[in-house]
């Protein structure tokens, strides 16, 4: 454009001020110049939830919420989903460019060698009782491994940060699967190598006293898919923590361990654990029209529903509904489906979601694939975290390698008392 400028004109002095814009953005720093005198702080952004910040500027993934468009590194997610294995998209997420055949082996070779987690976290899982919820235990489980990790703490070093985030991407699934196996009282099955990323997470959660566990390629693939769909999500809840806690140079666990906090939230990755739970009550397609008018009356939400950036159908929830069909080919059809599909017709139909661009999200379908896939419902949001590991690790690096990064510390409108003086006690109340 001719000129990209914002002229500002401060009416309470008549001054005008003109701001660069770029990217589409004016930098909030630039606002401070506008004083009604020397004394004053300088103009302010309030932006509560941040509805309307940009907090970094970002090359890994990009959302057109208005048109459904999610591609990682300019890669369309649904060609992603279709053409590729798990950690080829890690590695385009991490590095920016999709493997060669010898540079996904080498990846591959890395991660592999670093699957097992320290034997003392075992020890740390059995401190939990055994129906404690899993992504507690991760988030406590991902901040212990830093005390193993010293060297995690050299944040400033690029080479550093990439042997920390191949640990963490693969010592996650191992997490989750020790857990899995203890609240049920089931032996640890050790992660296996010769299986790829998603088959070896499946042997170490199911496999049983057969020799020679089988991976059901179908399960694999499934699975695949799913995690390539949650691997990154540009500056949502989780990848804001990720980023907000790297900024004080806090190593990389202890960082994924308050993203995971983050995720566990059920207007977060909880939501997929939740939306289960909202079938089950819902109970049949008879009861879905008194629910529809309990969210209508603000009673409830509709869970898997919505999202800050999607005004339009998430594109992830698309591929996981074709992939659930696949997937029931397998296991059978879950009966959840046909109440999912109902509420969704009778919502897309009513001026209530329409009027507030309300459509299926990312978690609205992914819970039905994972309980027809054997998983219980409080274990969906870890297989949310799994793969949002690398969306987390590829967000801190960016972060850690920006110049104009720095230690997060938003300002705030105080709205507080002014001065008053100390009241002794005997005059209170
Ligand atoms: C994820 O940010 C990401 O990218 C997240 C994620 C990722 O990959 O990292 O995509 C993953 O977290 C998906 C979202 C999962 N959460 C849920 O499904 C929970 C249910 N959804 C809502 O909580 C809500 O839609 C949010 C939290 C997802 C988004 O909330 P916003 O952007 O703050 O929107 P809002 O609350 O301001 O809603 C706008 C209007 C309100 O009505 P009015 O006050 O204007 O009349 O829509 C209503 C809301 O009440 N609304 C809903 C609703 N979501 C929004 N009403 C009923 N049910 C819902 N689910």
Redesign the pocket.
Known sequence: MANDTLTITDNRTNATYTIPIKDGAIRAMDLRQIKTDPEDFGLLSYDP?F?NTASCRSSITF?DGDRGILRYRGYPIEQLAENCRFLEVAYLILNGELPTARQLEEFEAQIKAELAVPENIKRIIEGFHHDAHPMAVLASTLAALSTFYPDAKKVRDPANRRKQIIRLIAKVPTLAAYFYRYSRGLPYVDPDPRLSYTGNFMKMLWKGLEPDYQVNPVVERALDILFIL?A????????NAMRSVGSSEADPYVCAAAATAA?F????????E??LRMLDEIGSVENIPSYIED??N?K???????????KNY?P?ARIIKQTADKVFEVTGRNPKLDIALELERIALSDE??IS???YP????YSGIIYQALGFQPEIFTVL?AIP?MT?WCAQWDEMMGDPEQKIARPRQVYIGYGHRDFVPMDQRG
């Not at 409830?300 to 999607?310: D, E, P, Q, T, V």
């Open positions: 939830a509805m959302i949650h990154d999500h540009e500056q949502n809840c989780s990848a995720l939230g059920p207007l977060h990755g909880g939501a997929n939740q939306v969210v209508k603000r409830r939400l509709l869970m898997g529903f919505g999202h800050r950036i999607y998430d992830r209530y979601f507030r661009k309300l999200n990312v978690d609205f949310f949002r969306g």
